[in-house]
């Protein structure tokens, strides 16, 4: 027989769906600011191998002359980014959620199999609780991102007032290079996220709005 | 006779509890995501701003970078000072971003001079060798440009707290604003005091130990590390003090009018 099994509390989706929209406009506003200053590459013995952001690029998502605009957006969002990862935060440390979140001392061990697993290399998965030990490793690596995409982004913000900050993430100008990263990096977990969704299949997406699993029992 | 009209309540089948949850959730899920992306095109389409000290913003996000402003302005203190460097670290090649408002060839150094208005009517006209009496301040610290880039820099001249206090211009200074601009008007801004008034913004005329080149600002330009580039207005030709924000620049093309550090 079916039976409904909870899986993740209002908040958490909430939360979870707030930020999507809100790190999507935080990026994109993003572009506009960096496009001002592009000047990161990766280059790799003398040679050119990424130009953030080739022209294509560019023309292709209307980005350049839009600073202002850009500054704009991104010093509005940023407070609903920031107070909603608060939010998310506060949540899961009091409900206790974050039982099922961090990682524990078995999580790098066992994330190793649940990927050797999911490239098809080993058949069988640790046993787990509502997260696997890879995404308890990913889960909890996108808040500290989050949290370290505040705190550079404020050292760029105003790295005056708070220049201490600014002088913690290596100064002002490695401070814009280490948020740029960080901004790779969401948009890498967001198409390994959603690849993994998919594969995932319906269940586990329908815990993610409705917040139950169904299962056989 | 009375009759008890029982309520009965259906026991729904986990199947059925399946298919309402579903229901439920997802329906709010669309309704709220469309209601964002609705309030999103209107973010995206809202009205500009009606063209005044400040011009260019859209009227919400205007209104959201003068919120931003008055909170990080409780923030600011004059303890608050940025970093200093070695003086071997400033650049030799010092970038050179923009020439609104110096542009004209036939500036002449010599007979400029710097009007600062004072009282109601009165106009102090200050020449560079008056200038160069005051106490001189030499700063090394990273300029920073809107555009991302930063570059450590060498300027030294007279702190503007310095230039106040000597031209006795106290009762200005307790006003709320004060504003620059080039000796031609094309380029100009607008400061709050506080920010004037920090120990490290000065009028300077020297960088890297040598008078400040034309490209700079010569003979006498601002510098003033609370803000970005914008505002370090080049080559100044007049000072005045108000209690309106005084126009400003880029300001009128869609930026933050405080663009504080």
């Known amino acids: 027989m079916k039976i409904i099994k909870e899986k993740h509390p209002l908040l958490t989706r909430w939360t979870h769906w707030v930020n999507f929209p809100l790190l999507a406009i935080m990026i994109w506003s993003g572009l506009l600011i960096y496009w001002a200053n592009d000047v990161y590459t990766i280059t790799i013995a003398g040679h050119r191998i990424i130009r953030f952001f080739p022209d294509w690029f560019n023309t ?7 600073l202002a605009e850009g500054m704009a957006f991104h010093f509005f969002f940023m407070w609903f980014f920031f107070l909603n990862g608060l939010f998310y935060v506060g949540y899961t440390l009091i409900s206790g959620q974050w039982r099922s979140l961090l990682p524990n001392k078995h999580s790098l061990r066992d994330a190793w199999q649940v990927m050797l697993h999911d490239l098809h290399i080993r058949k069988t998965l640790p046993t787990q609780g509502k997260y696997n030990a890879a995404q308890r490793i ?6 500290l991102m989050g949290a370290g995409s505040i705190i550079t982004g404020l050292a760029i913000y105003k790295p005056v007032q708070f220049s201490w900050l600014c002088w913690l993430c290596g100064g002002y100008h490695f401070a814009r290079i280490l948020h740029f990263t960080l901004t790779i990096g969401y948009v890498l977990f967001f198409f390994i996220h959603v690849v993994q969704v998919i594969i995932a299949g319906w269940n586990n997406f329908r815990a993610m709005v409705a917040g139950f699993d169904v299962v056989e029992e | 006779m009375k009759t008890y009209k029982k309520k009965v309540r259906k026991v729904l089948t986990p199947e059925q509890k399946i298919k309402r949850r579903n229901f439920i959730s997802f329906l709010t899920f669309f309704v709220l995501g469309g209601a964002a992306f609705g309030g999103w095109k209107w973010l995206l389409h809202a009205p500009e701003e009606t063209p005044g000290v400040t011009a260019g913003a859209s009227k919400p996000l205007r209104r959201a970078l003068n919120k931003s402003e008055l909170f990080f302005r409780n923030l600011f203190s004059h303890k608050h000072l940025a970093r200093t460097y070695p003086i071997d670290r400033a650049a030799t090649d010092v970038r050179v971003n923009g020439d609104i408002g110096i542009e004209d060839e036939d500036f002449d150094q010599d007979n400029w001079r710097l009007s600062v208005a004072r009282g109601k009517k009165e106009i102090l006209s200050v ?15 990273d300029f920073k440009c809107v555009e991302g880039w930063d570059q450590i820099q060498h300027w030294a001249g007279v702190r503007l707290t310095d230039f106040i206090a000597h031209y006795k211009l106290l009762e200005e200074a307790k006003m709320q604003y004060v504003g620059m601009a080039t000796p031609n008007g094309e380029y100009y801004v607008g400061l709050d005091m506080e920010s004037a008034l920090h120990p490290q913004t000065i009028l300077a005329y020297e960088m890297n130990g040598q008078p400040v080149t034309p490209e700079h600002g010569a003979p006498l330009r601002l510098i003033i590390p609370v803000k970005y580039g914008i505002k370090n207005l080049k080559r100044i030709g007049t000072i005045s003090f108000s209690n309106q924000r005084p126009p400003d620049y880029w300001a009128e093309q869609g930026y933050d009018y405080y663009s504080g550090l």
């Open chain 1, 60 to 66: 292709l998502l209307n980005i350049p002359q839009r």
């Open chain 2, 127 to 141: 020449n560079m060798a008056d200038i160069r009496q005051l106490p001189k301040t030499e700063i090394v610290f």
């Open chain 1, 138 to 143: 990913a889960y909890t690596a996108i808040i």
